[in-house]
């Protein structure tokens, strides 16, 4: 079964995935195996591998084989450009930053990085990228044109764009280590526009399982948290509390 079909499976019958996101510029191959494992025990579903910057070529490399050795969840790729990918992962975001003002992060990189990932054989699960305020590190390295937390008729636009570009799933992006992550009445906006077959991940500045919860109960698919995992000393525990929250 591919990665996609595996995370759609787990919506359908537990409500929800948690997704682990580590970036690779943030500690070395060997410690991401270790919050890997963590995730894994706590009870993650899949590990995404990315950043906006410094998160390129061998460091990533490194970092999916040391996750790979370490724990048995898929890796995936969150690339912030064709420099962020790696054969050595299972499956790709392949996702185009939907507001960007820059084609290179529109459809570019994409360019580059479609043969590499064709002849790696790495799974690419299409997916819009939309960047919400205040949008952080991933905002401003991708030029978007940042979408205000209270026009969420703007996300909904984008969403619609994307389910009829025939993309699966659409990540709404508050920018890691946001202050506050993307509103409830934006994703639940999006959700009713979109239907149940496109899926929406949320992510950016998601801390406990509180946040966690009422976005899943607005209408998310799927909850990333990144920045808690490198802020906690129990890693394991902090996820249990995030994947407790979400899943029904
Ligand atoms: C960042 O959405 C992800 O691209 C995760 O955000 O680091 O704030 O959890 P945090």
């Given at each position: 079964m591919g990665v996609e079909e595996h995370l759609n499976k787990i919506v359908e019958k537990e409500g929800a995935v948690h997704l682990t996101l580590i970036d690779p510029d943030t500690q070395i191959p060997e410690v991401a195996g270790k919050i890997a494992r963590e995730a894994e025990l706590g009870g993650t579903d899949a590990i995404m591998v990315g950043g906006s910057?410094?998160?390129l070529g061998a460091t990533v490399d490194q970092t999916v084989k040391a996750i790979k050795a370490s724990c048995d969840l898929s890796v995936i790729l969150f690339p912030?450009?064709?420099?962020?990918?790696?054969?050595?992962?299972?499956?790709?975001?392949?996702?185009?930053?939907?507001?960007?003002?820059?084609v290179n992060y529109i459809t570019t990189n994409q360019a580059i990085g479609a043969p590499i990932v064709y002849k790696h054989g790495i799974e690419p699960i299409s997916m819009a990228y939309i960047v919400i305020e205040p949008g952080g590190a991933a905002g401003w390295v991708g030029d978007a044109r940042l979408i205000p937390r209270n026009k969420p008729k703007l996300a909904v636009a984008y969403s619609l764009a994307a389910k009829y570009l025939g993309m699966h799933y659409i990540y709404l992006e508050a920018g890691s280590g946001a202050d506050k992550p993307v509103p409830v009445e934006m994703v639940a906006a999006v959700k009713k526009a979109i239907g149940k077959e496109t899926k929406i991940i949320v992510g950016g500045g998601i801390r406990d399982g509180t946040a966690a919860r009422e976005r899943v109960a607005a209408g998310a698919d799927m909850i990333c948290t990144g920045t808690i995992v490198e802020e906690v000393e129990d890693v394991k525990g902090k996820i249990e509390e995030l994947v407790r929250a979400i899943k029904s």
């Open positions: 910057t410094g998160a912030s450009s064709a420099a962020g990918l790696s054969e050595s992962a299972d499956a790709v975001f392949f996702m185009s930053l939907l507001n960007s003002r820059d």
